[in-house]
């Protein structure tokens, strides 16, 4: 009776080890395919609403996530920005994976760039477009190869990728003037999509990167937080430090807003932050691949 027991536990224990060797290794993150995301969008210049490289990179966006995704969408809409103030179409592009599981977990970034490098030393500059290495292109770029990974070995969950236009046109006193996309967005889709929770990624491609926790991320969705910095502690990412520091306006708070859980991953102390030096030499792979690596290993 013992020892039948004993054998039963042990053919249970085996079993149990079986299956864990039969499941799917966890992606890899490939930070140098990601980095070519970045220069890619970068060649098309300033994408300010508008104009004909924000065009050109809105359709290079909607082409490459319909490589992967399972369905594209584009949400167009009126947005107003400047002076004197001008009115362009902007477009959110929405990319769902596995439309058909309820159990989701919504990414997002914003693939705009700030018209003007008003934080520039030089003040010749401050009419100067951005180029939007780190405050634009990273979090796509992150987004981009995370969406070729979905489309190699899907996960158990169903993941939608969001990249937010007119995030980045803002007045620094006027709060409603910043990320006017996930407002566009929250407003479309609020009851129609309900994720467990949303994470953005925003100037997460710094050389030099320190990810302190985001303020509202903190305040309003605090156990997305240390479901993050934990997993990167998980992986040994020293880079996820784990005290706030700023406290950010961004495409979150529309969320937070609307009693959605979304949390910033952002690194703001960035020197070359809305000045013509945002440029992907102040970048690296080596940052988006430790943000990549934190993301495969909570979607997997
Ligand atoms: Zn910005």
Redesign the pocket.
Known sequence: MKHGLMCKIIIIWLMTLTTGCNSAPIPHFDADNAFLYLEKQCAFGPRIPGSAAHQQCRDYLVSTLQLYADQVTTQPFMFTFGKPAKSVTATNIIAAFQPQKRDRILLCAHWDT?PWADMDKDPKNHNQPVIGAN?GASGVAVLLEIAKILHSQKPEIGIDIVLFDA??AGEYNVDESWAQGSAAFVRQYRGKLTPRYGILLDMIGDADLNVYKEGFSNEYAKPIVDLVWQQAAALGIREFIPEVRHIVTDDHLAFLKAGIPCIDIIDFDYPW??TIHDTPDKCSPASLGKIGAVLVHLIY
């Open positions: 700030r405050d995030e980045d932050w809305h």
